[in-house]
């Protein structure tokens, strides 16, 4: 397993600009989650995909944020219109969801916002 | 309200002491997993706890989880240095799908 990856490690953007990252779970890996951690908290969950469906979306996740995993395999966050209030450490991770919801996940190593 | 209650926020101590770390939630919860983090990584899994008054250890490190699955906690006999870092609870509540629920995290200092 080569783990799972994110790109970009650090992005940094004026406020009402639109950024994008991507993630690439673990291979065969059929789930795939979004979490935002400002510092000092723990991780917030975002949105998650089985395959290709979006499966649950937090209320944190405002019209502003777009998330897609079109072929199942890599997903992509999008945010449009940046905020300051959206600088955060933006993580993803994968599982192989087996029938029960006890699976682990695996985190990538996250995409650091900063907007300025 | 934060539906994972870590504690304590921050710990500091010295070479050789012992710690424990607490989860609480009023949720049940299907499974619990402890993390730990570097700063500017992703958290990396120490153990995952699924049945209820389960006991695991890793090494010099004792993961609880309590017998109504409500609560959890993490003990670290004779604390090293490599042992600093962010130290986050999280869990599965049960019957609510797939996504992770997070403490606030504990940032634990070992001085020498």
Redesign the interface.
Known sequence: DTG?SQDPRHKITKRGQNVTFRCDPISEHN?L?W?RQTL??????LT?F?NEAQ??K?RLLSDRFSAERPKGSFSTLEIQRTEQGDSAMY?C?S?R?SG???????????T?LTVL | TQLLEQSPQFLSIQEGENLTVYCNSSSVFSSLQWYRQEPGEGPVLLVTVVTGGEVKKLKRLTFQFGDARKDSSLHITAAQPGDTGLYLCAGHIYNQGGKLIFGQGTELSVKP
């Open positions: 799972v789930r989650y979490y000092g908290q723990g991780p917030e969950f998650y089985q499966l649950e937090s993580l991770a599982n969801f029960g919801n006890t699976d682990t996940q695996y985190f990538g190593p996250g650091r």
